[in-house]
């Protein structure tokens, strides 16, 4: 079975620097997802980036942008010049697809970020 | 708008009493899911539903019923819940696009979660 390892329970980042969010797998599949997905105080799950695995480019979106580690099963977030808003809870999620077309998603336990004014 | 909507958001209830929550979306989405959050455990999957009428088990089924009667419900029902069962609950949905090597996945859309405490 996969798991997701997110070694970090909590950060905190000044306004406007540079922080990285670490998350771990461990897979023996080939072809997989990576997502990271942010959920603030409002509880709502909001997909920020997302990698495909045989992609050895890393994804970027904005602000965002992740270090892919294939070899390594390592995919870590850099949020970039910080925002309040980004004050949230961060999940590191697995997707591995199926040929029955099922999904088998699974999630990290997340890390809490907070953004310091 | 597209989304998935949840009732109830807030819900208190007593060991044994059956319950339903309910999941909607409006997207024609093929997939959905369901999953349970609890704290330092992330989210795990409970249900999920590849369309009408085929369900599957998730990592952690015990306990929990699911049905797919139509493409845009799929309602989490409790039969007899246990205090071990109070947690954040989210629904999910997206398309599914067959691929080569499986699914290609698209955007999970969540609902807003439910919050469910069993006494």
């Known amino acids: 079975a996969q798991t997701v390892t997110q070694s970090q329970p909590e950060m905190s980042v000044q306004e406007a620097e540079t922080v990285t969010l670490s998350c771990t797998y461990d897979?023996?599949?080939?072809?997989?997802?990576l997502f990271w997905y942010k959920q603030p105080p409002s509880r709502q799950m909001i997909l920020v980036i997302r990698?495909?695995?045989?992609?050895?480019q890393n994804a970027t979106e904005n602000r965002f942008s992740v270090n892919f580690q294939k070899a390594a099963k390592s995919f870590s977030l850099k949020i970039s010049d910080s925002q309040l808003g980004d004050t949230a809870m961060y999940f590191c999620?697995?997707?591995?697809?199926?040929?029955?077309?099922?999904?088998?998603?699974?999630f990290g336990p997340g890390t809490r970020l907070s953004v310091l004014p | 708008e597209a989304q998935v909507t949840q009732n109830p958001r807030y819900l208190i209830t007593v060991t044994g009493k059956k319950l339903t929550v309910t999941c909607s979306q409006n997207?024609?989405?093929?997939?959905m899911s369901w999953y349970r959050q609890d704290p330092g455990l992330g989210l795990r999957q409970i249900y999920y539903?590849?369309?009408?009428?085929?369900?599957d088990k998730g990592d952690v089924p015990e306990g929990y019923k699911v049905s797919r009667k139509e493409k845009r419900n799929f309602p989490l029902i409790l039969e007899s819940p246990s205090p071990n069962q109070t947690s954040l609950y989210f629904c999910?949905?997206?398309?599914?696009?067959?691929?080569?090597?499986?699914?290609?996945?698209?955007?999970?859309?969540f609902g807003p979660g439910t919050r469910l405490t069993v006494l």
């Open positions: 999910a949905s997206s398309r599914r696009t067959p691929g080569l090597a499986g699914v290609i996945p698209d955007t999970q859309y």
């Open positions: 897979t023996s599949e080939n072809n997989y997802y």
């Open positions: 990698q495909e695995a045989y992609k050895q």
């Open positions: 999620a697995f997707m591995k697809p199926r040929l029955d077309y099922g999904q088998n998603f699974v």
């Open positions: 997207m024609n989405h093929e997939y």
């Open positions: 539903s590849m369309n009408v009428e085929v369900t």
